[in-house]
Nanobody
């Protein structure tokens, strides 16, 4: 069983930056792909970014390209989301998620992920 714990959320002004972290535990992580999703009030959960088990492949939502960077720590059990030039529309609860890799294209649909954290709130003020 995989446990995921997010941290790093908070309140920031428009144009500011935040770095989210997700610490994973419960098994080895040399075959686990990880991703970030977000869910704003009265909206569906949406894909933000994903990274494969060794950090060699990444995928981003259009809204994240050029502003957000996903990366993994050296121990492979931590994933980060560096968010720059934040906008009010980035305000949401951000979730870390994971699934056992199948060697295919990185997944971007929530139900395709097997493990989820509890989320960390990001609020961007205008």
């Amino acid at each position: 069983q995989v446990q995921l714990v997010e941290s790093g959320g908070g309140l920031v002004q428009t144009g500011g930056s935040l770095r989210l972290a997700c610490a994973a535990s419960g098994r080895t992580f040399n075959d686990i792909n990880m991703g970030w999703f977000r869910q704003a009030a009265v909206k569906e959960r949406e894909f933000v970014a994903a990274i494969d088990w060794n950090g060699g492949r990444t995928s981003y939502a259009d809204s994240a390209k050029g502003r957000f960077t996903i990366s993994r720590g050296n121990a492979k059990n931590t994933v980060y989301l560096q968010m720059n030039n934040l906008k009010p529309e980035d305000t949401a609860l951000y979730y870390c998620a994971a699934y056992i890799t199948d060697g295919m294209v990185l997944r971007s649909i929530p139900f395709e992920y097997e493990y989820w954290g509890q989320g960390t709130q990001v609020t961007v003020s205008s």
